[in-house]
């Protein structure tokens, strides 16, 4: 898998963990954890070009969540149907691709 996505990927799934222990911190848990949290979302940000960084920072805004699943051929984010001729094969999760309708990041799960 393109390096760029697998970080966009951990970077939603570090941001949905940080938004479950800030909830978690509102009945009175430790705040050790999301710290060790943040430290790791420095770290993978730093790592991410510029201008995808923006783009993950701008659809989260927008959407809540920025890369989602093609499954079936259907982007899980707006349920679009993407003509199979579209992606091939081997580029699938390859390269950083954006869905064509809702402009979210995409990858491959099946
Ligand atoms: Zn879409």
Redesign the pocket.
């Known amino acids: 898998m393109n390096k760029q996505l697998l970080l966009l990927i951990s970077l939603q799934e570090l941001d949905i963990l940080k938004k479950d222990k800030k909830n978690e911190e509102e009945v009175g848990f430790e705040l050790e954890d999301l710290k060790e949290i943040e430290e790791a979302r420095v770290k993978l940000v730093s790592e991410l070009p510029d201008h995808l960084y923006r783009k993950y920072t701008r659809l989260t805004k927008r959407y809540g969540n920025a890369v989602?699943p093609v499954v079936n051929k259907i982007?899980?984010?707006?349920?679009?149907v993407f003509p199979t001729q579209m992606i091939s094969p081997e580029q699938k999760n390859e390269t950083v691709t954006t869905?064509?309708?809702?402009?979210?990041i995409?990858y491959w799960a099946d």
Request: aromatic share 8%; charged share 5%.
């Open positions: 989602v982007c899980q984010g707006c349920y679009l869905c064509p309708s809702c402009g979210r995409l």
